[in-house]
């Protein structure tokens, strides 16, 4: 019996089992499926050099107490501190992101006919917002700005069917009016809302994935790798692995994806039948190991032609690496022009924002509370959550469930 069983040794998992450790809970366990630590956040040595497995991740400067707390342990001295540099690949031409507040980068007919674009939008011609993704597109950013780049950027992120996607997540996205817009053209300087990012840290000697080691290190007699999640039972309170150990827990906190567990005893049929329809895509990157000349930390492709959707420019954040790798949703891997020097998988790498979502995900929470089971991160939330809201979001569960 323990008082807390972990499933998933990413950042939710490790954030919550070393708050434990901080107040010297001694009854808890991480359950991991991996040989090492570090979920979406991995990195493996190519190449002579760190490269981040799962894709782009970074350590956002935003909260500062989340970076003070994970600055104990990986010191900030081992830091390096970046202004984003993020670029589109657009008419053959490298525009900053976003978009609509960068404009003004292109030739003046490009720029007046995404002005008129923008300006014939819904949202500057008094229609209501939509409730689905493809129409918001529309809606917000106009025609041009739509077909060019954020329809085929996101049909070759998530899958072509967008319609299936709500409106409800994009406060992720970066919000720029068009007096914005239009200001950024006049005074050649981007306005507006910024996304994500805007400054961030990245380790100087390792990948992103050393902070995790470091973070598993120090919980290392909790932690019980190559331990993949078969089923819960809400009623036993029991979890059982691939191994056939079974874990009694007072409390369960899940980080890993809810539709990857095989067996979910005690839960509502109709539930279970929500967690099948949870949606999520498949990204594969790919290694390439030649440089590009670019200052970009990472480029944007919303071109059709090309399989991928990502660049990650590591030679650019990664101190004395070279090259770079792409981001590839798992349905367009065939259409791969050129071989990898190292490629990796990622079977759960986005869960999909879809209309059904909010419902199946409060249904499906509020009842496994009740049981003191508690989803946390980005799959135990189904939320597409960065490292830094995924750690900040396990302090608040921590704070709210944390009995002595």
Excluded at 95 to 113: K, R, Y
Excluded at 178 to 206: I, W
Excluded at 326 to 332: A, D, Q
Excluded at 356 to 381: C, H, S, T
């Amino acid at each position: 019996m323990y008082k807390y069983v972990i499933l998933g040794a990413g950042p939710a998992g490790l954030t919550f089992a070393n708050k434990l450790k901080d107040v010297g809970e001694t009854s808890f366990v991480v359950l991991e499926k991996e040989a090492v630590a570090g979920g979406l956040c991995r990195s493996q040595d190519v190449d002579g050099f760190p490269l981040d497995i799962g894709g782009g991740h970074f350590l956002d400067k935003k909260y500062p107490e989340v970076n003070e707390y994970l600055f104990q342990f990986m010191p900030e001295s081992e830091w390096t501190l970046f202004t984003r540099d993020s670029r589109i690949k657009i008419n053959d031409s490298m525009i900053a992101h976003p978009l609509e507040a960068n404009i003004w980068q292109m030739d003046l007919s490009n720029q007046v006919a995404y002005l008129k674009s923008v300006a014939a939008a819904g949202c500057n011609t008094g229609e209501s917002m939509p409730s689905k993704f493809v129409d918001w597109i529309y809606w917000k950013l106009g025609k041009k700005i739509a077909d060019d780049y954020m329809i085929p950027y996101n049909q070759k992120m998530f899958g072509e069917n967008l319609n299936v996607l709500g409106t409800y997540w994009l406060e992720k996205l970066p919000n720029v009016s068009f007096e914005e817009t239009l200001l950024s053209c006049l005074s050649k300087k981007a306005y507006g809302t910024q996304p994500g990012h805007a400054q961030f840290y990245y380790p100087k000697k390792y990948g992103y994935g050393e902070l995790w080691l470091r973070m598993a290190d120090r919980v290392k007699d909790h932690m019980k790798y190559h331990s993949s999640i078969k089923q819960i039972d809400f009623d036993k309170m029991t979890v059982s692995d691939c191994c056939g150990n079974d874990y009694k827990a007072c409390n369960m906190i899940v980080t890993i994806p809810w539709a990857s567990v095989k067996r979910l005893i005690g839960m509502p049929v109709s539930m279970i039948e929500g967690v099948k329809k949870l949606q999520s895509s498949s990204v594969q990157i790919d290694y390439q190991p030649c440089n590009i000349n670019t200052d970009a930390h990472w480029i944007y492709v919303p071109d059709s032609d090309l399989a991928y959707h990502r660049i990650l420019v590591r030679h650019n954040f990664c101190p004395g690496s070279s090259g770079y790798w792409t981001e590839t949703n798992v349905n367009r891997i065939g259409q791969m022009k050129q071989t990898s020097a190292f490629s990796y998988l990622n079977v759960y790498a986005y869960p999909l924002n879809t209309l059904d979502k909010p419902q199946i995900m409060n249904r499906l929470l509020k009842f496994a509370k009740e049981k003191k089971v508690y989803g946390l991160g980005r799959w135990g939330e189904h939320e597409h959550y960065n490292s830094d809201v995924t750690v900040k979001r396990a302090f608040e569960l921590f704070n709210k469930i944390y009995e002595k």
